[in-house]
């Protein structure tokens, strides 16, 4: 029988309106969660706000659905979407059958695709907010992917970045196959590079705070069991200068002396000022016997 989407909205008391052409608008939000009698939509739907299709018999969506708010489509049985697609906020997949995504999809909200079957991104991708790829068998990025947000790359099959990539977030490479970062990356967040196969950093890149095994890096300078936390503490080398990452904290020595003034005094400041000091001396050191 099929999924007669009038009559359930009318017999459910959920505001709607119906154009002489047969297209629906629906200015609040759309709940068929776990409606087992749910297997098609419509054509020319407009939802206002968010829709919620999870666990529902769905396997397509219709061409040119436009929904203001989420669209939660977890544990749907949808394998592709419609090149149309318009979604102001949330588009969450995961979980979901989905095998690819169509060409120029801008996504307003946050991009969940953690746990599909998703392998390759297409170009021109653009995700104003968070875009999750954790756990995917993704391997490579598009040249042209914007994210607004954080980017999730944490356990997926990545392998490597394209130049010049910029994420307005934060970036998670933790048990990735990564080995080189690119040069030129810009990360308006935290950089998480732990259980990585990175052992170099580039000469240039930024982020807000730097998180990774000192251990494994060759140009990296680090002390352990500094301050009240016990931190180990590093230091790196980007754009021309040196920078102590302990923590949250990630900058130059002035300010993170500056930042250990603010909490500590006497022989515990000029300890943990000293151990930041001895990095950047160690790794000037080690980057004066690098080859050229």
Request: hydrophobic share 35%.
């Amino acid at each position: 029988m099929t999924f007669n989407l009038i009559k359930y909205l009318t017999e459910n008391s959920i505001p709607h309106s119906v154009s002489e052409s047969g297209a629906i608008d629906i200015p609040g939000d759309l709940d068929l969660s776990d409606n087992k009698d749910a297997t098609t939509l419509p054509d020319d739907l407009t939802v206002g706000g968010s829709v919620y299709l999870r666990r529902t018999q769905i396997t397509t969506l219709p061409e040119y659905l436009t929904v203001g708010g989420d669209l939660d489509l977890r544990e749907t049985q949808i394998t592709i979407l419609p090149d149309n697609l318009m979604v102001g906020g949330y588009l969450n997949l995961g979980g979901a059958q989905i095998v690819t995504l169509p060409e120029n999809l801008t996504v307003d909200g946050h991009l969940n695709l953690g746990g599909t079957q998703i392998v390759t991104l297409p170009e021109n991708l653009t995700v104003d907010g968070h875009l999750n790829l954790g756990g995917t068998q993704i391997t490579t990025l598009p040249k042209s992917l914007k994210v607004g947000g954080g980017l999730d790359l944490g356990r997926s099959q990545t392998t490597n970045l394209p130049e010049n990539l910029r994420v307005g977030g934060s970036l998670d490479l933790r048990c990735t196959q990564i080995t080189t970062l690119p040069e030129n990356l810009r990360v308006g967040g935290s950089l998480n590079l732990r259980a990585t196969q990175i052992i170099t950093l580039p000469d240039y890149f930024t982020c807000r705070s730097l998180y990774l095994d000192p251990e494994g890096f060759s140009n990296v300078a680090f002390r352990k069991n500094c301050g009240n936390n016990n931190r180990t503490i590093f230091a790196v080398w980007t754009g021309e200068m040196f920078h102590i990452a302990a923590g949250p904290f990630y900058g130059p020595i002035e300010q993170f002396e500056d930042a250990v003034d603010q909490k500590y005094s006497g022989e515990a400041a000029e300890a943990y000022k000293q151990a930041g000091r001895d990095c950047i001396n160690e790794l000037k050191e080690k980057l004066s016997t690098r080859p050229q």
